[in-house]
């Protein structure tokens, strides 16, 4: 796996998508090319040793294919992947607590073709499902909590 700098106009089309956020101030963001990686863009949390070698933290690498980016002449996909990349980075300036999440929907590209909009609707009906549960969970856990006081 090669990964080194990315063109100068990747990393500028992404830093404008990033300066759109509220994350511009909080996060330092590096933008690398990794052609081996099998998504257009990904972000992740960097290491330690990464932090340490940039002399930033919190640290977010957007690492983006750029074989891929070239080959899509579409500016507006290419956005929205990048942002929906970035969607999953969180910082908590309280806590100075960075999170980056994974997608929370993956479908495959036969499904996807089989049932179209309704294969994504499935999909985030159960990612809502989830939240709905787990924040049952924690109201009951603290009303118990409550109750034992």
């Given at each position: 796996?090669?990964?080194?700098?990315?063109?100068?106009?990747i990393i500028?089309?992404?830093?404008?998508?990033?300066?759109?956020?509220?994350?511009?101030?909080?996060?330092?963001?590096?933008?690398?090319?990794?052609?081996?990686?099998?998504?257009?863009?990904?972000?992740?949390?960097?290491?330690?040793?990464?932090?340490?070698?940039?002399?930033?933290?919190?640290c977010v690498?957007?690492?983006?294919?750029?074989?891929?980016?070239?080959?899509?002449?579409?500016?507006?996909?290419?956005?929205?992947?990048?942002?929906?990349?970035?969607?999953?980075?969180?910082?908590?300036?309280?806590?100075?607590?960075?999170?980056?999440?994974?997608?929370?929907?993956?479908?495959?590209?036969?499904?996807?073709?089989?049932?179209?909009?309704?294969?994504?609707?499935?999909?985030?009906?159960?990612?809502?499902?989830?939240?709905?549960?787990?924040e049952e969970?924690?109201?009951?856990?603290?009303?118990?909590?409550?109750?034992?006081?």
């Amino acid at each position: 796996m090669k990964i080194i700098k990315a063109s100068d106009d990747i990393i500028e089309f992404v830093e404008k998508i990033i300066d759109t956020t509220a994350l511009k101030g909080y996060v330092e963001f590096r933008v690398l090319n990794n052609e081996s990686q099998k998504a257009l863009v990904t972000a992740s949390k960097a290491s330690a040793t990464v932090e340490h070698f940039a002399r930033t933290s919190p640290c977010v690498i957007v690492y983006v294919n750029e074989e891929v980016w070239y080959r899509l002449d579409d500016e507006n996909m290419r956005e929205m992947l990048v942002r929906d990349a970035i969607d999953g980075v969180s910082f908590d300036p309280e806590k100075d607590k960075l999170t980056v999440e994974k997608p929370q929907i993956n479908i495959s590209v036969g499904t996807w073709m089989k049932y179209g909009e309704k294969l994504v609707k499935a999909a985030e009906t159960v990612v809502l499902t989830l939240k709905q549960i787990e924040e049952e969970k924690k109201e009951a856990k603290a009303a118990k909590k409550k109750g034992n006081k």
